[in-house]
Each structure stands twice: as C-alpha cells, then as structure tokens.
C-alpha cells in the first residue's frame, strides 16, 4: 500500500501574472459554448424532438403524450431531457469529488484540465450521429459530455485561489465568468446567423438538423479555445502528493479522508448546502427555458436563440457590474440580492403568455442581469471558505450543483410535468430553491465561517 505524506513548499508559489489569469479566463470562454449553446439553447428540443420521434409522434406536432421505454422504464418523451439531466447530475456526485481530491495532489493540473475537457468536447462533437429516432445514443453521449464537463470546471476552478488574494477574488472570478458569457454568446450569435440564414419554414428536418451541428459546433468551439490556458496557465507543487503506488487510488483514500472530517467546518458545509439548494434551481430554469418556451409558450427557435444571446450579452455586463457592487456592499449581500430577483424572474415566468415573443425576451434581458454575478460571486465566496490545499475536494462538491449539473431542480420539473402535463406548474415548483436557498444562505455567519477555515476575510463582506 502506498503511503502518503503531506509535501513541505520550501518557497511560496510565484504570483500569478495577467497572462496566466488571461489563459484562466479563456477556458470559461471555451467551456461556456456547451453551456450555452448545448445546454441552454439546442440540446432539450433537440433530444426531446428525437424522444418524441422514438416515441411514433410526427416531426413537428404541436403536441405530443407519447412514451419510451429505455430499458423497459415508461418515461414521457417530454421528461427524458429533465431526467436525463437529473442522471448525469446523480452520475457526478460520485465522479467530480475525486476528480477535486486528485487534482489537489496532482502538480499535473493542466493534464487533467485537458484529458476532461477534450472527451467532454468529442461526446459533443459525437452529436453528428444522433440522427431519426436515436434518443438513447444522444442520452448516452449527454451523459458523458456533462459529466466530463463538470470535472473540467473542478480543476478549473480550484485554480482560483492561486490567482488572487482574499480582496482580489471576486473581480478575477466575475472577469471570468464576464468572458465566459462574451465566448457563448458569441458563438450563439454565429449559430444564429447560420439557423437564420438556412431555415425553411415548415421544413422541420431542417431545423432538427441545424440543431445538431450547432450542437457539433460547441464541442470544437470547447475543444479549440481549451488550448489558450493549456498555454498560459501555469504548474504549482501539489499541496499534498503521493510517495508511490496510483494517483487515482490515494485521491479516493484522500477523498475519504476529506468526507470524514468535514464536520470540522459546519458552516463551510452550511454555506455549501445553501448554495447546492439556490444554484439548482439556477440551472434548472438555464438547462429548460428552451425546453418551456418551445413546449409550453411555443415560440420558434429563432426567438429562443435572440433571447438566450440577449442574456448572453447582458450576463457579461451584469457579471462586471454585480462584481463591482460586491466591492461596495460584500459578496454575501450581492448573493443574497440577486435570489430575490431570481424568485421575480420565476413568479414573472410563470405568468408569460404563450406566442408572444416580446415579453420573453424582456425577461431574459431581466435575467441576464442577475445569472452571471450570483454565480461568479458565489464561486469566489466559497474560494475563502475553503481549507488551504483542499481546493479541487471542496470544488468538486461545490460542483455537484454547478454549471449544468443540477439534479433536484430537473426531477422536481419532470415528476411534476408528468403528473400535471403543464410545464408552467412545473416552473412554479422551482420557487422553492429560490426561497429556502435564500434562508440558508441568510443563516451563514459569513466572516466566522471565513476565519474557521484558516483563512483571511476580505475587508468588505
């Protein structure tokens, strides 16, 4: 058996330069094209279309109450995509805390940044083949694409704290989220072009088809920009390495390890449950807004598309411009103001008329203000709770309900779509993520919980 031991830094690591934060910001950029244009935009109507195919409904019914049967489970076509989340979600709980525990022993970060980033983007590109009624190779595909995608953004963000100190974290991570939303919202804006430009009204194939390559078209977006911070990023000593025997092996002993004393920080934990509870609920409404608005509102893709680019752009804004008031007013309060006007955004949602493409669109321009801030901020919060070394463990739990991964949020859409048949009640059983994150969140002795970590508070909380 191997043994472990902590390694002495007989010198503290270098300061991060700009090129190195650049090259950290460049993969946000790289990664946010399957969160926005996979997951958010084509890939719920895209995959339940294909469900429904599966399922003996016709290529563009306005309706459609049929069912599959993937190994022999009854699932309703228009919950496949909520499960299906919901799975790949239930999936990382067990794949990103060790991915967190080896990238913490590993002085090979930028390795495992690559080897999960790029099967990530080939299971995107794989996409080309889920043609006529292949739902479950589209299934299978989404499962490791996101999967693969969460274990990327925990090396990714345990990074963070070797960027910046306690005062500085909060601009580096909303820079980078900011960028994260320009590259999305970039790419989104080219598939926009190419759906406008090739579309032909009534001809579904062909939609259903533009569909796919933009899907395809994230995972080489993802895999070629991948490349920047596989450049710029530097290499520092692992806090704590193995003296022989699997990496892999010692980072589940470590994991372990790790599980067992995290009662020595209730209110790290405290922070993390409330986060795990409102950032749900986050990427619930990111993952299915498409999915509401072309089944339950019934608008076209082409509206659906300028609403996502309009948040798109406006997040880069509010990213920056949320992170500026946490300079003011603490990252804790700018948090807990963005869950109120998250819980207007649902109560808003939910009162939408359908085919009418005006009102959506403000209210994606609404929540493009608020998605990018609560989330960067909240990243960057949770960089001071954590034990020094312990970074990619924390993150990986910390992603278990972040960027996509979500779980509760989706099963809670699907069971109740399936016993009610109505999307809109369906986002109404969302508010409570929004609410009981908000009173968790309120619960958190912020600086205490700082200070119990070992860490130093920033001067404005």
Same mark, same amino acid.
């Given at each position: 058996?191997?043994?472990?031991?902590?390694?002495?830094?007989?010198?503290?690591?270098?300061?991060?330069?700009?090129?190195?934060?650049?090259?950290?910001?460049?993969?946000?950029?790289?990664?946010?094209?399957?969160?926005?244009?996979?997951?958010?935009?084509?890939?719920?109507?895209?995959?339940?279309?294909?469900?429904?195919?599966?399922?003996?409904?016709?290529?563009?019914?306005?309706?459609?109450?049929?069912?599959?049967?993937?190994?022999?489970?009854?699932?309703?076509?228009?919950?496949?995509?909520?499960?299906? @989340? %919901?799975?790949? &979600?239930?999936?990382?709980? !067990?794949? *990103?805390?060790?991915?967190?525990?080896?990238?913490? =022993?590993? /002085?090979?970060?930028?390795?495992?940044?690559?080897?999960?980033?790029?099967?990530?983007?080939?299971?995107?590109?794989?996409?080309?083949?889920?043609?006529?009624?292949?739902?479950?190779?589209?299934?299978?595909?989404?499962?490791?694409?996101?999967?693969?995608?969460?274990?990327?953004?925990?090396?990714?963000?345990?990074?963070?704290?070797?960027?910046?100190?306690?005062?500085?974290?909060?601009?580096?991570?909303?820079?980078?989220?900011?960028?994260?939303?320009?590259?999305?919202?970039?790419?989104?804006?080219?598939?926009?072009?190419?759906?406008?430009?090739?579309?032909?009204?009534?001809?579904?194939?062909?939609?259903?088809?533009?569909?796919?390559?933009?899907? @395809? %078209?994230?995972? &080489?977006?993802?895999?070629? !920009?991948? *490349?920047?911070?596989?450049?710029?990023?530097?290499? =520092?000593? /692992?806090?704590?390495?193995?003296?022989?025997?699997?990496?892999?092996?010692?980072?589940?002993?470590?994991?372990?390890?790790?599980?067992?004393?995290?009662?020595?920080?209730?209110?790290?934990?405290?922070?993390?449950?409330?986060?795990?509870?409102?950032?749900?609920?986050?990427?619930?409404?990111?993952?299915?807004?498409?999915?509401?608005?072309?089944?339950?509102?019934?608008?076209?893709?082409?509206?659906?598309?300028?609403?996502?680019?309009?948040?798109?752009?406006?997040?880069?804004?509010?990213?920056?411009?949320?992170?500026?008031?946490?300079?003011?007013?603490?990252?804790?309060?700018?948090?807990?103001?963005?869950?109120?006007?998250?819980?207007?955004?649902?109560?808003?949602?939910?009162?939408?008329?359908?085919?009418?493409?005006?009102?959506?669109?403000?209210?994606?321009?609404?929540?493009?203000?608020?998605?990018?801030?609560?989330?960067?901020?909240?990243?960057?919060?949770?960089?001071?709770?954590?034990?020094?070394?312990?970074?990619?463990?924390?993150?990986?739990?910390?992603?278990?309900?972040?960027?996509?991964?979500?779980?509760?949020?989706?099963?809670?859409?699907?069971?109740?779509?399936?016993?009610?048949?109505?999307?809109?009640?369906?986002?109404?059983?969302?508010?409570?993520?929004?609410?009981?994150?908000?009173?968790?969140?309120?619960?958190?002795?912020?600086?205490?919980?700082?200070?119990?970590?070992?860490?130093?508070?920033?001067?404005?909380?």
């Amino acid at each position: 058996m191997a043994e472990t031991v902590s390694v002495p830094v007989t010198s503290a690591p270098p300061p991060s330069t700009r090129r190195e934060r650049t090259g950290w910001y460049f993969y946000d950029w790289a990664m946010s094209a399957f969160s926005t244009t996979v997951i958010t935009v084509f890939l719920g109507p895209f995959l339940t279309t294909v469900t429904e195919l599966a399922a003996g409904c016709e290529l563009g019914a306005d309706a459609c109450d049929g069912d599959v049967h993937p190994f022999g489970i009854t699932i309703a076509a228009g919950s496949y995509f909520p499960y299906l @989340v %919901s799975l790949s &979600v239930f999936l990382t709980v !067990f794949v *990103l805390p060790v991915m967190g525990a080896v990238a913490d =022993r590993s /002085a090979h970060k930028k390795r495992l940044l690559a080897g999960a980033a790029f099967i990530g983007a080939l299971a995107t590109i794989g996409m080309v083949f889920v043609t006529g009624d292949r739902y479950l190779l589209g299934g299978a595909l989404f499962l490791v694409a996101n999967i693969a995608f969460g274990a990327s953004v925990v090396v990714y963000n345990s990074f963070l704290p070797q960027l910046g100190g306690p005062d500085d974290r909060d601009g580096i991570s909303s820079r980078g989220w900011a960028l994260g939303y320009l590259g999305g919202g970039l790419l989104l804006a080219l598939n926009l072009v190419v759906v406008t430009m090739f579309s032909v009204e009534g001809d579904h194939q062909r939609t259903l088809d533009l569909a796919r390559w933009s899907i @395809v %078209s994230a995972g &080489v977006w993802w895999a070629l !920009f991948t *490349l920047v911070p596989l450049r710029w990023l530097r290499e =520092r000593p /692992a806090a704590e390495a193995s003296t022989g025997g699997n990496l892999l092996t010692d980072g589940f002993r470590q994991l372990v390890r790790t599980v067992r004393g995290l009662k020595a920080y209730p209110l790290t934990l405290f922070f993390l449950l409330a986060f795990l509870v409102f950032n749900d609920g986050i990427q619930t409404v990111i993952a299915l807004a498409s999915q509401y608005g072309t089944e339950e509102l019934r608008l076209e893709q082409t509206t659906l598309i300028v609403t996502i680019l309009l948040v798109q752009f406006l997040a880069f804004g509010g990213a920056l411009l949320l992170g500026a008031l946490a300079k003011r007013i603490g990252a804790w309060k700018t948090v807990l103001l963005s869950l109120v006007l998250w819980t207007v955004v649902i109560l808003a949602a939910f009162r939408l008329p359908a085919e009418a493409p005006v009102p959506f669109m403000i209210l994606g321009a609404g929540i493009g203000l608020v998605l990018g801030g609560s989330q960067a901020l909240s990243r960057s919060l949770f960089s001071q709770l954590i034990p020094a070394g312990k970074e990619g463990e924390y993150y990986g739990f910390y992603e278990i309900s972040d960027k996509g991964t979500s779980w509760l949020g989706p099963l809670a859409f699907g069971v109740v779509f399936q016993l009610t048949n109505s999307y809109r009640v369906g986002l109404v059983s969302l508010l409570i993520f929004f609410v009981v994150g908000f009173v968790l969140l309120l619960a958190v002795p912020i600086r205490r919980a700082i200070v119990a970590a070992g860490n130093t508070p920033p001067r404005v909380l």
